[in-house]
C-alpha cells in the first residue's frame, strides 16, 4: 500500500522507497528506509500533510513524497 493511503493509526513496515536524487537520500536520512516500521497518527484538516511515528520521532511528510513510499500494512504482515 502507498503510504498516502494510509489511514489514522494504521502502521505498517515500510517495503520500498521509490524515488532517487536528493529527496530519496533526505527521505531516507529522516529514516524512512525499507524495514522501518511506522504509524500514521495524523493528517491535516484537507490530509496534507500525513504525519507519523517512526522510530520513536514524529515526522510530517507531504502527500506528494509519501508517494513514493511503498508499505506492507501490519496486518497484511502478520
Known amino acids: 500500500m502507498n503510504l498516502r493511503k494510509m489511514k489514522v493509526n494504521q502502521s505498517g513496515v515500510i517495503t520500498a522507497v521509490k524515488i532517487n536524487g ?4 533526505r527521505l531516507r536520512e529522516m529514516g524512512l528506509m525499507p524495514g522501518a516500521k511506522l504509524t500514521v497518527t495524523g493528517r491535516a484538516p484537507l490530509y496534507d500533510p500525513v504525519m507519523l511515528r517512526l522510530a520513536g520521532q514524529t515526522l510530517t511528510l507531504r502527500n506528494n513524497e509519501a508517494d513514493y513510499i ?9
Do not use: I, W
Open 70 to 78: 511503498d508499505v506492507l500494512l501490519e496486518a497484511e504482515a502478520s
Open 22 to 25: 536528493p529527496l530519496g537520500q
